[in-house]
Structure formats: structure tokens, C-alpha cells
């Protein structure tokens, strides 16, 4: 069970994680829960989902399998969340696709249409349930913290819709951040760069890069970007780490390489 000496600045604050059943997402969702927040748990398979509940060890863990990128399924999320918390504190916009390693040239738009909408419509979705309830409830408010990736920034080869989408999520987080102001509600992105996850793990056998080759790349703990979001998450509401950036200290993206 989780401990019960938290402070008055974690108790009866509600967290909302997508993509909570694995990687990234574990990991920050099992973070809060520790801090002390009631966590609903969102993802598309409820057995992931079940299964951090249970790792967790909290009652306060609720798993709600969703469809992140149906507007139905979402406004049913949100409806499960003020039924069973009443209210919003944080939510990690969290849930996205790779779609990364098909050449430009080759890619489907059937794939390009699943990356948009999970990585791209699935947080719009998710941010406006989130910011509708926090701008209506007692006391008003709340934090947004949308999961960019460092390519926000610059692509890896192939990987055009991903890249595209996750661009198009700072967009997203600089309107929310804006119009969120009068309501008391603020926004930031974190931008995370190699964290070890069942999906990333093949990048410590190799990944290619811009100018042809294929290397391995360092990679470093999920549990240090859950300490960061969770970070951004307990600064007060007049606080906002608009963006930030975390990564393996060696990986190639600062300079050329």
C-alpha cells in the first residue's frame, strides 16, 4: 500500500495518465500513485492497465481502458473520472505510436491517419476533457503536461508522421497554455530523448541514423522522467515549466552527433 504521511499538497489530488499500462507511462503513473495522488490509469488494453493497479498497491488506482483517439470513449473517461474523483489535478498526455521506420516514399495513409489520431487527436481529446472539467470545478485549475519527445525538435530518419504529430504537440501546448490562463490552468511539454522502455530497448542494438549508419545509442532510466514529471506537476499553479527536455546524457542530438 502506498503511505499514508503524505502532505496536504498530494492528498486528494487526481492524476490522469494515458498510456499508463507500459513504458513511459508505467512509470509515471506508479510515481504519482507513490506521491499520494489517485491516478486513473488510461490505455487501450485493460489487462497492462490491471496490472500496474495491482503493482501499485493503491486503492487509488482506477484503470480505465480507452480508445484515446474516440471522442465517445473520452468524454466516457472523464464521465468515469468525476463519478469516481470529482475533480482533475493533472493530466500526462501521454499515449501516442511510432510509426518510425518506413521511408517516406512507403507510408501508408492508413498508417499516417493511426499516427495522427492516437499521437495528435488522442491529446487534443484528452487535454479538452481535461481542461473542460478543470475550468469548471472547485477550486479551479489545474496542470496539463503534454509528452513531446525530442522529436518535437529534430526527426530520426523515416519517421515522418510521428514527427509530424509530436511537432504539432508543442503547437497544442502553447494554445492550451495561452488559453488556459484565465481559467487558472497551466500547460508545459516534456520533451524525452532515449528512455529505456519494452519499446525502446531495441536501440541498445543498434539505430539508424542521419547519415546512414547504425548505432547504439545510451539510454537512461524511465524512473527519471516519472521524478520529472512529477516534479512539473507538484510546482503551484502561479509555476509553469513551459517546456523541458530530458534525455540520455550521451545521445546524438545536441550538435552533430
Request: aromatic share 6%; hydrophobic share 45%; net charge neutral.
Amino acid at each position: 500500500m502506498i503511505s499514508t504521511d503524505k502532505t496536504d499538497k498530494t492528498d486528494n489530488k487526481v492524476a490522469l495518465v494515458t498510456g499508463a499500462g507500459t513504458g513511459i507511462g508505467r512509470a509515471v503513473a506508479l510515481a504519482f500513485l507513490r506521491e499520494g495522488y489517485s491516478v486513473a490509469l488510461v490505455g487501450r488494453r485493460a489487462e497492462p492497465l490491471e496490472a500496474v493497479a495491482k503493482e501499485s498497491g493503491s486503492h487509488r488506482a482506477l484503470a480505465v481502458p480507452t480508445d484515446v483517439g474516440n471522442p465517445e470513449s473520452v468524454a466516457a473517461l472523464f464521465a468515469k473520472i468525476h463519478q469516481a474523483f470529482g475533480r482533475i489535478d493533472v493530466l500526462f498526455n501521454n499515449a501516442g505510436i511510432s510509426g518510425i521506420g518506413t521511408n517516406f516514399e512507403d507510408i501508408a495513409f492508413e498508417t499516417w491517419q493511426s499516427v495522427v489520431n492516437i499521437n495528435l487527436t488522442g491529446s487534443f481529446l484528452c487535454a479538452q476533457g481535461a481542461f473542460k472539467m478543470m475550468m469548471g470545478q472547485t477550486p479551479q485549475g489545474g496542470r496539463i503536461i503534454n509528452n513531446g519527445s525530442i522529436s518535437a525538435h529534430a526527426p530520426r530518419p523515416n519517421s515522418a508522421s510521428y514527427t509530424s504529430t509530436k511537432h504539432a504537440i508543442t503547437g497544442l501546448t502553447k494554445s492550451i497554455s495561452l488559453d488556459g490562463r484565465k481559467y487558472n490552468i497551466a500547460c508545459g511539454q516534456i520533451d524525452i530523448g532515449n528512455a529505456l522502455t519494452e519499446l525502446s530497448v531495441r536501440m541498445t542494438k543498434g539505430v539508424l541514423q542521419a547519415n546512414g549508419e547504425v548505432a547504439v545509442e545510451p539510454m537512461m532510466d524511465a524512473a527519471e522522467v516519472a521524478d520529472a514529471v512529477i516534479h512539473m506537476a507538484g510546482l503551484p499553479l502561479s509555476t509553469n515549466i513551459q517546456f523541458m527536455t530530458i534525455m540520455a546524457t550521451k545521445m546524438p542530438f545536441v550538435g552533430r552527433g
